[in-house]
């Protein structure tokens, strides 16, 4: 089967072959508008990936987060156009997506976020997720090394909550020291 793999989202995107061991292979990374031709088999499936931190992007036809390609003629050599874009996510999706895109790579500067322990575990495990997607494909040993600790660093439980950070008191003592 003739694919071509066009990038519609506004990141760089991972295009990866998943082989029959269930491990995935890194084809290519395509920037903005770009392209990438590929002759496949039917049944073979791909999954598009933000380069960088992992997030899982869809292909179209079908909005499938896993592209399944298939011949349509036997008898007609065309190139399936597979449409990369982003899913449909909800607007705290894509506020944790943009706070995990801020914050440092250490779990101090997470946690002394001014928002809800139950957000900070979800960009927690979203940062934990992409700092492992970047360890699989880092060819680099000892930087791989590094985000693999970086990640059990998250992972640690032990870590403290602190307390939040009272915003309104705040503004409240820098009026009174104006005074």
């Not at 519609?8 to 395509?30: H, T």
Request: glycine share 6%.
């Amino acid at each position: 089967v003739y694919v071509r793999f066009l990038n519609l989202a506004d990141v760089d995107v991972d295009v990866i072959w998943i082989n029959e061991e269930g491990r995935g292979i890194r084809y290519g990374q395509l920037k903005k508008t770009q392209y990438l031709d590929i002759s496949t088999y039917e049944g073979h499936p791909w999954i598009f990936r933000e380069s960088g931190v992992g997030d899982l992007l869809i292909g179209q036809p079908g909005r499938m987060s896993v592209y399944f390609p298939k011949r349509e003629n036997i008898n007609v050599i065309s190139r399936v156009c597979v449409l990369i874009t982003f899913p449909l996510m909800s607007l705290r999706d894509w506020a944790v997506r943009a706070v995990a895109n801020f914050v440092e790579i250490a779990p101090v500067a997470l946690m002394t976020l001014p928002i809800p322990a139950s957000q900070i575990k979800v960009v927690q495990d979203l940062l934990v997720h992409r700092l492992q997607y970047v360890s699989m494909f880092e060819p680099n040993p000892l930087i791989g090394r590094r985000l693999r600790a970086t990640v059990r660093r998250y992972m640690n439980p032990t870590l403290p909550m602190p307390e939040p950070l009272p915003l309104i008191g705040i503004v409240a003592t820098e009026d009174s020291e104006e005074s």
